[in-house]
């Protein structure tokens, strides 16, 4: 596994290492002793998956409020994503701050999220599936989430003009709102 520093303090991109031969490959995609190596203690306690049947599927912008804040693995399973993260962590040097890491299938690469970031994605192709590994429980009640288009963060989503949302997705509230009611 090779661990790739993003943009955002604490964020990695995780790439695998194949040992290919005429079957095709192998290769680990999670190892506790790699994450202590990079100073990131996550050991998943539950998973999900989400299957997004049309291109242009918006999920997000999610995140669990502090004491639940929660670090996840992100890893596109089918299709295409265009992965976000959000830094909402008041005293982190990034806060404030997005970027973006285009998931695939074919690519094979993760994204480890750390608690505390804000993440959604958008799904460039039909028929996309992501996989979630996440290190703290689902908490309904600290479940919180702030709106894709926010002017402040100028998030450049690669099909703004054909989004698909959910109705509860539609109705999140801006950044500064949205921290002011973590």
């Known amino acids: 596994m090779i ?6 303090s604490g964020a990695f991109i995780i790439d695998i290492e194949h040992k290919e031969d005429a079957r095709g490959f192998f290769a680990r995609v999670a190892c506790v002793d790699k994450f202590d190596a990079h100073g990131l203690s996550f050991s998943p306690v539950q998973a999900s998956v989400s299957w997004n049947t049309r291109r242009g599927t918006l999920r997000g912008l999610h995140y669990q409020a502090p004491p639940h804040a929660e670090a996840k693995v992100i890893r596109c399973t089918a299709g295409t994503i265009f992965g976000v993260l959000v830094d909402i962590r008041p005293n982190s040097p990034t806060f404030g701050r997005w ?3 285009e998931l695939s299938a074919t690519s094979t690469r ?8 804000a993440h959604g994605f ?16 689902y908490n309904s009640a600290a479940a919180r989430g702030i709106r894709w288009d926010d002017p402040v963060l100028d998030i450049n989503w690669p099909l703004r003009d054909n989004v698909i949302l959910s109705e509860n997705h539609s109705r999140l509230p801006d950044f500064a709102t949205a921290l002011r009611q973590t």
């Open 99 to 101: 970027t973006a890491v």
């Open 3 to 8: 661990f790739t520093a993003t943009e955002i």
């Open 122 to 137: 958008q799904t460039v192709v039909d028929d996309t599936e992501v996989y979630y590994q996440m290190g703290t429980r």
């Open 110 to 117: 993760s994204l480890f999220v750390p608690g505390g970031l």
